[in-house]
């Protein structure tokens, strides 16, 4: 069975980073790339980083160039969105997802307020 799990969310203060993990399980995401979304009350869910299956491409939504990166690690099975310079707009619920399997991960909730 396909699963994603996130984790790492959490509250944090304005300028503060946190450090998000995607795992995966029931398939090896060597072979594929990998998206992280994020949906904040009363608006639709959005792209916000997606990594090449070498981890040798990434792009970036443009409301977190610079400040969040998307990383692998394929012998953990595991993505990371490392987010630094949190910003209030930034609080959403995360979630990781795999295309080619149309699987989603249950979200993790980040909350950025001082």
């Known amino acids: 069975q396909v699963q994603l799990v996130e984790s790492g969310g959490g509250l944090v203060q304005p300028g503060g980073s946190l450090r998000l993990s995607c795992a995966a399980s029931g398939f090896t995401i060597n072979n594929y790339a990998m998206r992280w979304y994020r949906q904040a009350p009363g608006k639709e869910r959005e792209l916000v980083a997606r990594i090449s299956s070498t981890g040798g491409s990434t792009n970036y939504a443009d409301s977190v160039k610079g400040r969040f990166f998307i990383s692998r690690d394929n012998n953990k099975n595991t993505v990371y969105l490392q987010m630094n310079s949190l910003k209030p707009d930034d609080t959403a619920v995360y979630y990781c997802?795999?295309?080619?399997?149309?699987?989603w991960g249950q979200g993790t909730q980040v909350t950025v307020s001082s």
């Open positions: 997802y795999a295309a080619p399997f149309d699987t």
